[in-house]
């Protein structure tokens, strides 16, 4: 099959432009429909990764170059010259003269003829417009399009962080994010990890602000495969994830109940922190990521994880002093990590999971013991998924009162709320909120 990477890239591409499903669900079955060869997968994930994180720049450049609405053109050629304009302007990965070839021959075959001269004028446009200016998309990257995100996100962001932190946000977001290694330091200290995943070829740095993670800068391609995680002794975790952890403070012999935790990278650290005496009460309404969750114990080999498929807006739960909720929510502040997020998302959305937040943190708060702890966290940037869901349930619930953060966590990741809030475009972390509620005696 000529242009595997390509022909594979499309058709995912295609599928998020008519379904607007997750990105990850659409290539799971894309890989299942098209079963492309192991060594064109690498290429396919970044093509379709990077062409929706660069969407809205993208489609405003065609619109500049063709003077059509991108919507003018049915979705495969979308796809098609996304993918070529990207591979031109952004990216080095193969020549020009190479881009605009494959992107002819597979517009003749997918669609037709005249939509593969189409796709030739278009991109071939593009190449004369380097040529003769090349600074030509200067004037292009000052019109708001260019920072690729909805009009109503980059609105709302704006009333809430300001003109140029929004600006600021949306450039870090629409750069992929760096891969961070959480150690087991029971099992292994930092510098004895980093010499491990050297010789692997993995080069690494520590990240400063959160102990026991390590930055990795160089052959992220390669952390599945070593000795140091298929045994446990590193995680693929964010460091703002683990901070949410070190708000809640397991100690050795707790039992924590941790609910919506599929797959389970917290309370794989929070078992780590309770050792071998302590328990992990870990579950979620989604059977399939449960299942994910407890897969990964033969990995990690922590036998104090137990999972249970059990929904946190109506199930019972055993009493506990500590409990996590890391609530489903927006994911507006994993946006760099996941970026179909953005165009999946709308204004509503918003407004529907904080009420959905709000239900869960309350049912899951009568199972809290008086004097317990319950930590509510989320990976959203939005205000009414964050502190508004705290004041809310605060006025509802005089038991509770909030609790600063302790001086584990960094304080400018402490906002003026007394909540852990970690800003992607300041931070190098993933956008995190968790707010520690404690209920009184």
Known sequence: MKYPSRRTAIYALTQFDITQKQLKKIRHDTYNKLKPKP????RTTVLVNDVIRLRG????????????????????????LRIGCYELLFDDYIPDFATVHSSVDLTKELINKK??????????????QCESDPHWLDKLSTKPQ????????????????????TIKLCQTFNHP??????????RMNLSTAMENLAEDSIVV?????????????????????????????????????????YLLEPKTGDTVLDVCAAPGTKSLMIAEMVESDGNVLSSDKDDIRVEMGILDIKRHQMQNIHWSVLDAL??????????????????????????DIKWRRQLGDVIAMADLQLSILNHVSRYLLSGGTIVYATCSLEPEENWE??????NSNRKFKLIPPNSNIPKRWVNKNGCLMTFPAYHDTDGMFAAKLFKTL
């Not at 990240?207 to 495969?225: C, N, R, W």
């Not at 739960?317 to 929510?329: E, G, M, R, T, Y």
């Not at 869901?389 to 605060?394: D, G, S």
């Open 39 to 42: 060594e064109s997968w690498d």
């Open 146 to 165: 260019w920072l690729s995100f909805p009009a109503w996100l980059i609105k709302k962001w704006k009333k809430i962080f300001g003109e140029r932190d």
């Open 314 to 339: 109506k199930d019972n739960f055993p009493p506990s002093k500590k409990i996590l909720v890391d609530a489903p929510c927006t994911g507006t502040g994993v946006i760099g990590r996941r970026p």
């Open 205 to 245: 740095e520590q990240f400063e602000s959160i102990p026991s993670f390590l930055k990795v800068i160089k052959g992220k391609k390669k952390v599945l495969m070593t000795p140091l995680f298929t045994s446990g002794v590193i995680s693929i975790q964010d460091p703002a994830s683990a901070a949410i952890i």
């Open 389 to 394: 869901v705290v004041e809310r349930f605060l």
């Open 57 to 80: 720049r993208l489609d405003h450049i065609l619109e500049y170059v063709s003077g059509k609405k991108i919507n003018q053109f049915q979705p495969n050629l979308r796809s098609i």
């Open 115 to 128: 939509a593969a001269s189409l796709t030739n004028a278009v991109l071939r446009k593009i190449l004369r």
């Open 177 to 186: 994010v760096p891969m961070f290694l959480r150690v087991n330091q029971a």
